[in-house]
């Protein structure tokens, strides 16, 4: 959580509404919305300007007030109690269509033991018969400031945030400073991607659990590193997508996905246990590379890893090393630390790779010399490449424009020559690599 700012939390019982609130206010997507209970588990939240004052709004989950078996329940309502003690301002969300209940009465009575300034939102004020009916059930809680509310419609928006900017302090805004690592955790469900974030941040952030699925959204925060502020984001897990039938998981694994293509470095991690890559794991790894994003590969879980496990994952790797030659691979384990302080050396790593320079003269010697040494044809013409031009690209992906007498000749056979020239001669390890054919 940003620590410079106001804090205000959106609390109440699951299923009132609070995601919906937390995307209008904060105009994202960030929270899923879905029509099921315990949907939200880790907080999420995001800075807000109004009427020049700025905020940190924060979503949390459903707050579960009676002791549970469910130990991710217990995780949530854990961290949901924290962020509850450090809130500067809270959204206390109840549900104005179906009425108060006495879960509503419980939480009621527990923030105003708090002491916390708490403003009362009855939301789902769309329905004005409906929410007549039950508007004057919620006076019983005694709370002064009191919102009628539509998060799905906008209703009453602009009057809360005046109200909010109104109650917290005013904070002097630093520069907002870009992250120049933007960094996704992905693979399967269960892996340790949770344990990874914690481990990277050094905090309890997310919840951890052996039930595969625990993470339902994408979870980022920021770091500094070497002076470097990078922003790390963990991904619900993605499985094979005929195993995908439940339309929440789908929106999870939809949220992954948008989350890799938004990512300049992935870190892919493996469970080493499995002894093998699946056919869902290699076909994240060829996503990513073919998205143009540098890639570092974890093999998770290696203080319980067995010889014979290992031996087996590494003759079943030697399968790929084609492409796996081209990724830089640690072996870690999140339980005991092991190289988890190398993972931020290769981050640094991959961006210098993607910035580095490349020097024209040179790389023509390079490539023009390759194809003295190895001539190329089709049919009987021979494929030549007359220029190689290194340009800039947004992203930094080494981008290189192939001046040749037949582009439509230059295939992935002879494209594949030309990169694995190019990583040769340049440190490329964990880098895409994009040419561009041009006619002369």
């Not at 995307?23 to 800075?47: G, W």
């Not at 909010?164 to 469900?189: F, M, Q, W």
């Not at 998205?291 to 496990?309: A, F, M, P, V």
Request: hydrophobic share 40%.
């Amino acid at each position: 959580m940003k620590k410079n700012f106001p804090k205000v939390a959106i609390i109440g019982r699951t299923n009132v509404g609070k995601s919906t609130l937390f995307n209008r206010l904060t105009r994202t997507k960030a929270s899923i919305v879905f029509e099921r209970e315990e949907v939200t588990r880790d907080y999420i939240h995001n800075i807000i300007s109004w009427n020049d004052k700025n905020f940190d709004l924060i979503d949390t989950g459903g707050l579960p007030l009676t002791k549970t078996a469910d130990a991710i329940l217990e995780e949530v309502k854990q961290s949901v109690l924290e962020i509850i003690d450090k809130a500067d301002l809270i959204l206390f969300v109840c549900d104005g269509k179906n009425g108060l209940i006495e879960q509503d009465r419980q939480l009621a009575k527990m923030l105003h033991q708090s002491k916390k300034p708490v403003f009362l939102l009855i939301n789902k004020a769309d329905n004005t018969r409906v929410f007549e009916e039950h508007a004057y059930e919620f006076q019983s809680l005694g709370f002064k400031q009191v919102f009628h509310v539509s998060a799905l419609h906008g209703t009453g928006m602009r009057e809360l945030l005046d109200a909010i900017a109104e109650n917290v302090e005013t904070v002097t805004e630093v520069p907002a400073e870009e992250p120049v690592y933007s960094v996704a955790i992905l693979g399967k469900p269960n892996v340790g991607k949770s344990s990874l974030l914690n481990l990277l941040l050094n905090e309890q952030r997310v919840i951890v659990s052996d039930v595969a699925g625990t993470t339902r959204e994408s979870i980022s925060e920021t770091l500094t590193f070497h002076r470097d502020l990078i922003q790390i984001t963990d991904t619900p897990g993605v499985r094979r997508k005929k195993n995908v039938e439940d339309l929440l998981e789908q929106i999870m694994v939809k949220n992954s996905l948008n989350t890799l293509r938004n990512a300049t470095i992935i870190l892919m991690m493996i469970d080493s246990t499995d002894g093998h890559l699946s056919d869902q794991e290699l076909k994240l790894l060829f996503y990513a590379h073919e998205n143009g994003k540098s890639i570092i590969l974890l093999l998770n879980k290696t203080d319980i890893l067995e010889q014979e496990q290992k031996d087996r994952l590494k003759y079943d790797m030697l399968r790929y090393e084609f492409f796996l030659k081209k990724i830089p691979i640690l072996w870690v384990s999140c339980k005991t630390e092991k190289n988890i302080g190398h993972i931020f050396k290769q981050i640094k790593k991959a961006r210098e790779r993607r910035l580095q320079t490349f020097d024209e003269t040179k790389i023509n010697e390079i490539i023009k010399e390759a194809f003295i040494r190895k001539p190329m044809y089709h049919k009987t013409q021979l494929l030549k490449v007359l220029h190689v031009k290194p340009i800039k690209t947004q992203d930094g992906t080494p981008t290189f424009v192939l001046y040749v007498n037949y582009p439509e000749w230059f295939g992935p056979t002879q494209l594949g020559f030309v990169e694995n020239q190019l990583r040769r001669h340049y440190d490329l390890v964990g880098c895409p690599v994009q040419l561009i054919r041009q006619k002369v």
